[in-house]
């Protein structure tokens, strides 16, 4: 099992910026994938941005530019840095860590961006 906790998000106006942060633990296998999700009302979970235990980053097409993913794979620990935010940027962001065999969520945390 694999536990992961979500800090960060809130309430900010549109063109600023939020950090997420996750911390992983529990059976940690080193090579993984941790990224970012996002789920808006009707809409569904959809990936923003991860990172691979090599250190190759996907970025949503939306958010390429805007984003930042980095990780401390010595912590288990992935960082979400969201700058020139939007308002449809809105929803919840759940941290997620995945190997080849396996696939685990955080709880969300809530992103609001107000124009």
């Known amino acids: 099992q694999v536990q992961l906790v979500e800090s960060g998000g809130g309430l900010v106006q549109a063109g600023g910026s939020l950090r997420l942060s996750c911390a992983a633990s529990?059976?940690?296998?080193?090579?993984?994938?941790m990224g970012w999700y996002r789920q808006a009302p009707g809409n569904q979970r959809e990936l923003v941005a991860e990172?691979?235990?090599?250190?190759?980053?996907n970025y949503a097409d939306s958010v390429k530019g805007r984003y930042t993913i980095s990780r401390d794979s010595a912590k288990n620990t992935v960082d979400l840095q969201m700058d020139s935010l939007k308002p449809e940027d809105t929803a919840v962001y759940y941290c997620?860590?995945?190997?080849?065999?396996?696939?685990?969520w955080g709880q969300g945390t809530q992103v609001t961006v107000s124009s």
């Open positions: 997620n860590y995945k190997t080849t065999v396996s696939m685990y």
């Open positions: 529990g059976s940690i296998f080193s090579l993984n994938t």
């Open positions: 990172i691979t235990w090599r250190g190759i980053r």
